[in-house]
């Protein structure tokens, strides 16, 4: 009998992943014991989304890509019960996609999209919970610390501060009550990493937080997570009460001293709670603003006990290391960055989706050889690493190895995870006003700099997109970026410039062009476009009737102008016109 | 949406509100409050304030510190558009403008007759869908805006439906 598994992490239920399971529940029904249905996390192919594995028992599972409420009949009536493979639906096996996975290395999603998250045995089929076994029964503390430092492991939330240090520091602060809080907050736009893992593997994280625990001397912890990953939450306080009901969590674990809890906290919606003492203030149930460090959280964190914090993806990875050793992880990478990193592609790439690659690949091998390259196959203009806090890579400089002192070289930072890439039709001046939209709104107001330089420069970049920049503007932009960064207090202020200063060092001509000539090369700041109608225009006069300053004309059912000068490009025709007859030019 | 004022105000979702003098309470319970009620209205700030001895003004600056609480109710359709880096890049504001069009709303609004409120969403997590956005727990992707104004027309005439049937 052959079994099916839908891929039901967020990405797959936003493509309509729970219609099709229970359209597979509703043939179950009609023909019971046909086949055996099965609910897995994300598989990683957004990009073909809804996605259903079917395997038989022996031989390679694949992977069928693309499937509706109705193919699923078809499917069992052929497949499951008839024996054929559907060749034309298939996204795997020969000639198909070849690259997306083959050239992945997965410690972190060695477990995502293959086990169902919600069964804790399947979890444990696959070796899990032997990372914890194996500290507990043989390893002191200082030997998890020691083989989390061979390991090379760095913070995997942007920062890159070595795992085994910041443990080592912890372990030695002074204090009987020591607190490990899992950076579950991930704010990032475009990324989308750590709510992958929490949903596909949910127990990995639940791991490795109980192997720190056991090597700092903790008892408690909290996962802070945010309020707008709801599938995650759940799935979470299931794996809780699944790990605690099989004695990982509680007390006495596996028969030993050692005692420890996980508490879910939700978070409200910051994205500066991702700096870890406005964290901590927001689960004491305070407004979540940093505070200067030191002293730093691992001496006086949570309630002004010492703290431990790292994100999902490091956790994530800890079990891992502590079964196959330290060695073993540091065999992979470059010398300054061990191991493997996850990415979230997005943007105008084929396949987006989540990728893991061992650190010191290029970019371009990741955008090319494993995520097929580039939408309309356009050229590759740039990459944007480490979301708001990072910057924008031109593609000139993408053979550069992915490791955290190559990536800080070029001005971007490696990040969480989020790899958007960019094509000729992106505009970069648009992308740094993107991003400084979101630190100006998402500034906490403790810093003079941060809170209103930040406003002056979006009000900057505002003006630069509407035409009426001037060159002293760019000088503007630089100065007040340096102040911003030298005067602020934590990571939001002290990185938020990075957009700006990315862009203008290597797509400086673009800021030019919307100064000097204003154009916007890439055609998408629309006060700076023409507004044409070609001919598929059906003269139903509805931009007519839009146009505020009465620029369009034509008779009923004729083919309309727009008057350039009475145009002020507000791009209402554009977007009211049904028939995909007005340009942008 | 009813009046609060005029009705008996009732501790919110017993379960969770058993508060035990523990530190950190604050922001689950402004959270219990917002799922029973939609939102964090003054009365309940009051309350809370009574209960863990929290000052009001504390409470109300944690409330309108974090993104996720709202001090007014939200219509019976809440439209959520994403504006994640990868819908920007692939076209989030000809898709707020259409809305802002046929719907005359800005963002955190809601409209005169309580039928539609649209809010800004840093990323829904489907990035492959680019531009996204989630009219109540549905998801609309790779919209255009003719697409996406054929998708509000038919809310609105649900909508407007089915307050007539109320009326009636």
């Known amino acids: 009998m052959k079994t099916v598994k839908v891929g039901l992490g967020t990405c797959g239920i936003s493509a309509g992943g729970e219609k099709v399971f229970r359209a597979f529940q509703d043939e179950l029904k009609e023909r019971p014991n046909s086949f055996v249905l099965q609910e897995t996390g994300c598989i990683g192919m957004c990009y073909r989304e809804v996605l259903v594995e079917v395997s038989n028992g022996s031989g390679e599972p694949y992977m069928y890509g693309e499937i509706t409420p109705d193919r699923v009949g078809q499917m069992v ?22 690259g997306f996975f083959e050239n992945q290395t997965r410690i972190v999603l060695r477990n995502c999209g293959k086990i169902d998250p919600g069964s804790i045995e399947e979890y444990i089929e696959r070796d899990g919970y032997k990372g914890l076994e194996k500290a507990l029964k043989n390893m002191t503390p200082e030997d998890v610390i020691e083989q989390v430092e061979k390991s090379g492991l760095r913070g995997r939330g942007g920062g890159g501060f070595p795992t085994g240090m910041k443990w080592k520091f912890t372990r030695g602060a002074k204090g009987d009550k020591k607190y490990i809080i899992c950076n579950a907050d991930e704010g990032d736009p475009g990324a989308f990493m750590d709510r992958s893992v929490l949903e596909s593997d949910p127990h990995s994280v639940l791991e490795g937080m109980a192997i720190a625990a056991y090597a700092i001397g903790s008892d408690e912890s909290y996962i802070y997570c945010r309020a ?23 007390e006495k674990i596996l028969g030993s001293d050692f005692n420890f809890t996980i508490k879910i906290k939700e978070g409200a919606g910051a994205f500066v709670c991702g700096e870890e003492t406005a964290l901590i203030h927001s689960i004491e149930g305070l407004r979540g603003m940093p505070r200067f460090r030191p002293p730093f959280p691992a001496i006086s964190g949570l309630w002004e006990k010492p703290t431990n914090i790292n994100n999902v993806e490091t956790f994530a990875n800890v079990p891992w290391i502590i079964t196959n050793g330290g060695e073993a992880y540091a065999k992979y990478g470059t010398e300054d960055s061990k191991g493997t990193k996850v990415f979230a592609m997005a943007g105008k790439v084929k396949r987006t989706g989540l990728v893991e690659v061992p650190m010191g690949v290029t970019i371009k091998e990741v955008v090319f050889d494993i995520c097929g390259g580039i939408i309309d196959d356009n050229e590759l203009k740039a990459v944007q690493m480490g979301g708001p806090s990072g910057g924008c890579i031109p593609a000139s400089m993408c053979d550069i190895p992915i490791d955290y002192q190559q990536i800080n070289k070029t001005g971007a930072i490696m990040g969480s995870g989020g790899l958007i890439v960019m094509d000729s039709t992106t505009c970069m001046v648009d992308v740094a006003r993107f991003f400084l939209t979101f630190t100006q709104e998402e500034s906490c107001g403790k810093c003079t700099f941060c809170r209103i330089g930040t406003k002056r420069m979006l009000e900057i970049l505002v003006r630069i997109t509407m035409g009426e920049g001037t060159m002293a503007d760019l000088d ?42 204003k154009k916007c090369p890439a055609h998408e700041c629309s006060a700076l476009l023409t507004y044409t109608i070609n001919d598929k225009c059906t003269g139903c006069v509805v931009c007519a009737k839009a146009c505020p300053t009465e620029a369009i004309t034509g008779e009923k059912k004729q083919l309309h102008t727009v008057h350039q000068d009475q145009c002020i490009k507000c791009g209402k025709c554009y977007t009211v016109c049904r028939f995909d007859a007005v340009e942008k030019v | 949406m009813a009046d609060n004022n005029t009705q008996e105000f009732k501790p919110f979702n017993v379960d969770l509100w058993k508060y035990d003098g523990k530190k950190g309470a604050l922001i689950p319970l402004l959270q219990s409050a917002q799922d029973t009620y939609g939102y964090v209205s003054e009365k309940a700030i009051d309350y809370i304030s009574h209960v863990t001895g929290i000052a009001s003004a504390d409470i109300y600056g944690v409330v309108t510190f974090y993104a996720q609480f709202r001090t007014k109710p939200l219509g019976k359709n809440v439209i959520k558009i994403c504006n994640g880096t990868a819908c920007h890049v692939n076209g989030a504001r000809p898709i707020y403008e259409t809305i802002q069009d046929e719907l005359d709303l800005t963002y955190e609004e809601t409209s005169d007759d309580g039928l539609f409120s649209l809010l800004s969403v840093a990323c829904i997590g489907c990035c492959s869908l680019a531009p996204v956005i989630t009219i109540n727990d549905e998801t609309f992707g790779r919209l255009t805006p003719p697409k996406l104004r054929k998708v509000i027309r038919s809310f609105k005439r649900k909508a407007k439906e089915l307050a007539k049937q109320e009326s009636e």
Not at chain 1, 82 to 98: A, M, N, P, Q, S
Not at chain 1, 479 to 493: D, P
């Open chain 1, 476 to 517: 503007n932009l630089e100065e007040l970026s340096g102040q911003i960064k030298n005067a602020s207090l934590c990571g939001l202020g002290q990185t938020a410039p990075n957009p700006v200063l990315t862009t203008l060092k290597y797509f400086r001509e673009e800021y030019v062009a919307h100064i000097e000539d």
């Open chain 1, 228 to 250: 707008e990953y709801p599938k995650a939450i759940a799935r979470l306080r299931q794996a809780i009460a699944q790990a605690k009901q099989k004695g990982f969590l509680g």
């Open chain 1, 77 to 98: 009536e052929e497949d499951l019960i008839g024996g054929k493979i559907i060749e034309d639906w298939l996204v795997t096996g020969e000639g198909r996609e070849v």
